[in-house]
């Protein structure tokens, strides 16, 4: 059976300018330009920061499917993360208590420090991200993300686009 063809008054797509997942891209640039300057000063990427982000924001080490989860990196391109982090000293990797085949990682003193050198930068952008959308708009996109979250579910890991 073939699907009926869209009429002439019937768009086969909405209109590019709707589309939900551009208007996020467009945002998320908009959002990470301003961060970007700050992570290269200090040699990382953005997947970088958010392994980093994540294990110092932890109170215990993570294991690599936890850090792919909390980071929405997938597990390939984590992989490839840690061993670069782990050979420039940031994070060191450990046996897991639990299960001695598998690895847990945290940060070293030098990622600490890093992290503490960073942290004021972060949050100047932050401030003026919030000073010119607005507090009270930059909450209510917050709670709205936090919706769409709620409601359409989290990816697995391995859905995941490792931007």
């Not at 979250?149 to 391995?158: H, K, S």
């Amino acid at each position: 059976m073939t699907e009926p063809r869209p009429t002439a008054t019937e768009p086969l797509l909405r209109s590019f300018a709707r589309s939900l997942p551009m208007a996020l891209l467009k945002a998320r640039e908009a959002v990470m330009v301003r961060f970007r300057p700050l992570l290269r000063a200090h040699g990382l990427t953005e997947q970088q920061w958010r392994v980093l982000r994540a294990l110092s924001a932890s109170d215990r080490r993570l294991r690599p499917m936890e850090l792919s989860q909390t980071t929405f990196i997938s597990m390939p391109s984590l992989s490839r993360l840690l061993r670069t982090l782990e050979s420039r000293d940031l994070i060191r990797r450990s046996r897991h208590v639990g299960d001695l085949r598998g690895a847990e990682f945290g940060l070293t003193d030098a990622a600490h420090a890093m992290v503490t050198t960073i942290g004021p930068h972060s949050e100047a952008i932050y401030a003026e991200i919030e000073r010119l959308v607005g507090s009270e708009e930059t909450q209510q996109l917050y709670r709205v993300l936090e919706q769409v979250v709620q409601r359409l579910g989290t990816p697995a890991p391995d859905e995941v686009d490792s931007q």
